[in-house]
Structures are given as structure tokens and as C-alpha cells.
Nanobody, 116 residues
Framework: QVEVVESGGGLVQAGGSLRLFCAAS?????????IGWYCQPPGKQRELVAT???????NYADSVKGRFTISRENAKNTIYLQMNSLKPENTAVYYC?????????WGQGTQVTVSS
């Protein structure tokens, strides 16, 4: 089976930075489908944060443009989310999604907490 493992979350002060990691255990993350990150704040629905194509073309939610950067290393089956200038409203569980063997694959989630 395909395992998708996330890491990199934690507790930071407002204005700080974190880098999230998401890796697949098998298959390839290269496909024609964009892959990326969602977040789920407490008590809210999941929201799209960022996507990236196989060619490195990225799209971002308006709220994170200029602060977050999505990237990928295909040889490691890994995507990243660099989060800078973090704000308390960015506090959420972050979930990655990949497209492997023709299906979406979701990570287990990693907690990001930003204190004021």
C-alpha cells in the first residue's frame, strides 16, 4: 500500500517560520495532476493552501501569497511547504495530498500552532 507521511509541524511565535514535509513510500509523485497542501483550522472545513504541477508551476491561496512557498523533489517522492511570517490565523492541521497510481493520497496531518 502507499503510505504518505507528513512532518515538520510545531509551535512557533508569530513572525516565525516552519517547513513541512510530505513523502510517499512508493510509486511516483510525478503526474499530470497538481498536488499540494490543505489546512484545517479548529472547527472549520479544510481549505486549499497551495498546489504545484510536475513542472513546478505553483498556485496559492490569497491569504498566504508572498509568505508560503511550495516545492517538490521528485527523486525523493517529497513535497514541501515553506511557511514564513506566520500569523496566529495560520494555526491549523496541515494535510498534504499526492496523486499516485491514479488516485489522490492524503497525509495524516501535522499540527501547526502560531502563538501571538
Amino acid at each position: 500500500q502507499v503510505e504518505v507521511v507528513e512532518s515538520g509541524g510545531g509551535l512557533v511565535q508569530a513572525g516565525g517560520s516552519l517547513r513541512l514535509f510530505c513523502a510517499a513510500s512508493r510509486g511516483s509523485i510525478i503526474s499530470d495532476n497538481p498536488i499540494g497542501w490543505y489546512c484545517q483550522p479548529p472547527g472549520k472545513q479544510r481549505e486549499l493552501v497551495a498546489t504545484i504541477t510536475r513542472f513546478g508551476v505553483a498556485n496559492y491561496a490569497d491569504s498566504v501569497k508572498g509568505r508560503f512557498t511550495i516545492s517538490r523533489e521528485n527523486a525523493k517522492n517529497t513535497i514541501y511547504l515553506q511557511m514564513n511570517s506566520l500569523k496566529p490565523e495560520n494555526t491549523a492541521v496541515y494535510y498534504c495530498y499526492l496523486y499516485i497510481y491514479g488516485r489522490e493520497r492524503w497525509g495524516q496531518g501535522t499540527q501547526v500552532t502560531v502563538s501571538s
